[in-house]
């Protein structure tokens, strides 16, 4: 299973860190992705890491803003989240799987974190 973690209500211009961890098995060799669904919004793709890590995407209202990391020592993802503004307010999940930006492209989904920023 897959737990997001992290989120609240922060200020814009704010900071948070949401985690997402496994547990019962290990996605050390899944690609994780990070989607978020904002109110009366389609979900979309925000980022994704691959297995090693070494690859990273995110998509164009993110970049520069949020990073993403991995620990598979740790069976973690982590997306920090800077300068945040008021219509990164959503839902954040996790997912894992082949990835892609495509929700279809995961196969593991867990359950998703509020993020709420005030303006």
């Known amino acids: 299973q897959l737990q997001a973690y992290g989120g609240g209500l922060v200020q814009a211009g704010g900071s948070l860190r949401l985690s997402c961890a496994a547990s019962?098995?290990?996605?050390?060799?899944?690609?994780v992705g990070w989607f978020r669904r904002a109110p009366g919004k389609e979900r979309e793709f925000v980022s994704s890491i691959s297995w090693s890590g070494q690859s990273t995407y995110y998509t164009d209202s993110v970049k520069g803003r949020f990073t993403i990391s991995r620990d598979n020592a740790k069976n973690t993802v982590y997306l920090q989240m800077n300068s945040l503004k008021p219509e990164d307010t959503a839902v954040y999940y996790c997912?894992?799987?082949?990835?892609?930006?495509?929700?279809?492209?995961?196969?593991?989904w867990g359950r998703g974190t509020l993020v709420t920023v005030s303006s």
């Open positions: 997912a894992a799987g082949g990835g892609g930006s495509r929700a279809t492209g995961y196969d593991y």
């Open positions: 019962g098995r290990t996605f050390s060799m899944h690609t």
